[in-house]
């Protein structure tokens, strides 16, 4: 597809159970973002791939979530044992450039809830 | 650390009259600075972004803001408002300089509602 494509759009778990979240970025784009959007908080960051560099994980926050880009394309959000405080809307963006001073495309997001 | 600071988390106005939305930011450094927009269920959409370059930026939809370094704000502004602007908007920080350049900061937000 042309924009940047996320799945599932709508996730509800229960309470300490595992979710996989897909990003599928724009063909291309060499920067891809994980941002957790919760409510009246913001965009928070949670990870960022550039190219074959080593992922900036500092955003993650804590050990039962993690990420990955294979094969420099798409992007799997992983949250372990999930909690009531993971629900939120994970958004994934990307970009041809570094993204300071380019353009993010976002997805619509994949809302997850956790109860 | 950066920051952005949004002054309103709801600004409501009428159709056809002004749009003022505030938007201040910590600065240690020349930042890049942006405006996005997010509709109900979608994604978020750059409006306009700030880069160094002219301090008035002109974007999409005829929406503009300027940087003013001495306020350290980047307001965003139309002087119409349309039924369609209404929407969560985001003001975004990003620094050029230091190890995480590509690291933006957003704002919580300020939801537009446009009445008729």
């Known amino acids: 597809g042309a924009g940047v494509s996320q799945s599932p759009s709508n996730k509800v778990t229960e309470k300490g159970k595992d979710v996989e979240l897909r990003c599928d970025p724009i063909s291309g784009h060499t920067a891809l973002y994980w941002y957790r959007q919760s409510l009246g908080q913001g965009l928070e960051f949670l990870i960022y791939?550039?190219?074959?560099?080593?992922?900036?994980k500092s955003g993650l926050p804590s050990d039962r979530f993690s990420a990955e880009r294979t094969g420099g394309s798409v992007s799997t959000l992983t949250i372990q044992r999930t909690q009531q405080e993971d629900s939120a809307v994970y958004l994934c963006?990307?970009?041809?450039?570094?993204?300071?001073?380019?353009?993010?495309?976002f997805g619509e997001g994949s809302r997850l809830t956790v109860l | 650390a950066q920051s952005v600071t949004q002054l309103d988390s709801h600004v409501s106005v009428s159709e056809g009259t002004p749009v003022l939305l505030r938007c201040n930011y910590s600065?240690?450094?020349?930042?890049?600075l942006f405006w996005y927009v997010q509709h109900p269920n979608k994604g978020l959409q750059l409006l306009l972004k700030?880069?160094?370059?002219?301090?008035l930026v002109k974007g999409i939809n005829g929406f503009e803001a300027e940087f003013k370094k001495s306020e350290t704000s980047f307001h965003l502004t139309k002087p119409s408002a349309h039924m369609s602007d209404a929407a969560e908007y985001f003001c975004?920080?990003?620094?050029?300089?230091?190890?995480?350049?590509?690291?933006?900061?957003f704002g919580k937000g300020t939801l537009l509602t446009v009445n008729p």
């Open positions: 975004v920080v990003s620094y050029p300089r230091g190890g995480s350049n590509y690291k933006l900061t």
């Open positions: 791939f550039q190219g074959n560099s080593a992922p900036d």
């Open positions: 963006a990307s970009s041809t450039m570094q993204g300071n001073t380019g353009e993010l495309f």
């Open positions: 700030y880069t160094s370059a002219a301090t």
């Open positions: 600065s240690s450094y020349s930042p890049s």
